[in-house]
């Protein structure tokens, strides 16, 4: 049953199942915050389920009898009483949280409600809630998984993409690209890397036919940030944020002394790598990230460069080798630029 509204701190919220924070989709969802809690409405509510005895915690930190607190539905938000001191655990909204934060908020409002209703709360929000719908990083990463195991998740999951995505997708999980999905798959151990994967730049590096290219940049990027950056720890790998590496990507720190500034001064006041506050770690990922010699690479990066060796390729193929020959068979894949020229090589003395 419902229990009653309440206001509480930003920071005293927990969110069970943390997703990456898009950069993108929080500017977004900074604009529905403003306009909703301008109009004082309780839409701009995150719910949240309470044990018994935590509910009897929450009347005590309040003052106010079962009775009271039921009556604060409907209230404008300025009317509403605050709930300090306790730790809340909510469903969803860690990305409507994330964009309050951003507009310098410091509470939210919370709908309380019995934890006996979690399961048909949880069918209701994944229907009507703000929080966003899953990225094609975490799409791919379901589809993969699912894939040839579990039929359900796998059309759910397929169905969820726009129509050209899901075109990609299928494209993209044929035998012949095997290749390219293992590399992609060594970026899974990064969820905060794959938030940037647009799948509908698929089909575009397909029809290049430079597929020994990409493959090298995506295990590229794999090695950077695991090995280069992170030193192999699993921990800060996981731990690493969208805002990081948004920050952090075409950066050249050796070479450029105003990116180094910039790296230095986001260490110290702790925007990079927010979630890492061990200072023996802190100090070894300012080491690493400053120490490297060519741009730190991502998906970003990688589509950049995607547009500039598209000319080349088709250059290539125009003037070099006349008719690039190309297979439709959905298991063997059509010769790539580099084995077409590599073939017309003559061999090394």
């Not at 403003?34 to 309470?50: F, H």
């Not at 993409?161 to 899974?188: Q, Y």
């Not at 390729?313 to 590599?342: G, M, N, Q, W, Y």
């Amino acid at each position: 049953m419902s229990l009653g509204v309440v206001r509480v701190s930003l920071d005293s919220l927990e969110f069970p199942h943390r997703r990456q924070i898009s950069f993108k989709v929080r500017e977004k969802l900074k604009r529905v915050f403003k306009n909703l809690s301008k109009a004082g409405t309780a839409e701009v509510c995150i719910p949240c389920t309470v044990e018994e005895a935590e509910f009897g915690q929450i009347l005590a930190h309040l003052g106010l009898s079962a009775d009271q607190l039921r009556k604060t539905r409907g209230k404008e938000q300025k009317n509403l009483p605050l709930l300090t001191e306790i730790r809340l655990s909510c469903l969803y909204g860690e990305h409507l949280v994330a964009a309050a934060k951003g507009n310098k908020e410091t509470s939210i409002i919370v709908h309380l409600f019995s934890a006996d209703l979690l399961d048909p709360l949880l069918e209701i929000i994944s229907t009507f809630s703000y929080e966003t719908q899953q990225s094609d990083g975490e799409l791919y990463q379901k589809i993969v998984e699912s894939h040839h195991r579990d039929e359900v998740t796998y059309a759910f999951c397929m169905g969820s993409l726009t129509e050209p995505k899901e075109r990609n997708m299928k494209m993209l999980m044929r035998p012949k690209n095997l290749p390219i999905v293992k590399a992609l798959n060594s970026l899974l151990e990064i969820p905060a890397m794959m938030e940037q994967l647009v799948l509908g730049n698929i089909h575009k590096w397909l029809a290049l036919h430079i597929d020994e290219q990409i493959i090298h940049y995506l295990n590229h990027i794999s090695l950077v940030w695991k090995e280069g950056i992170c030193g192999g720890e699993k921990t800060l790998i996981q731990s690493l944020d969208i805002d990081t590496i948004r920050i952090l990507q075409f950066r050249m720190p050796t070479v450029c002394s105003g990116d180094a500034d910039t790296i230095k001064r986001l260490f110290d006041n702790g925007t990079l790598f927010s979630s890492v506050t061990d200072s023996g770690d802190r100090n070894m990922l300012r080491r690493n990230v400053l120490s490297r010699d060519m741009v730190i690479p991502s998906f970003e990066t990688l589509q950049e460069n995607i547009h500039y060796i598209g000319f080349a390729a088709k250059i290539l193929v125009r003037h070099v080798i006349d008719e690039l020959p190309l297979c439709k068979s959905s298991k063997k894949r059509s010769p790539t630029i580099f084995e077409v020229l590599s073939s017309r090589c003559p061999p090394a003395p």
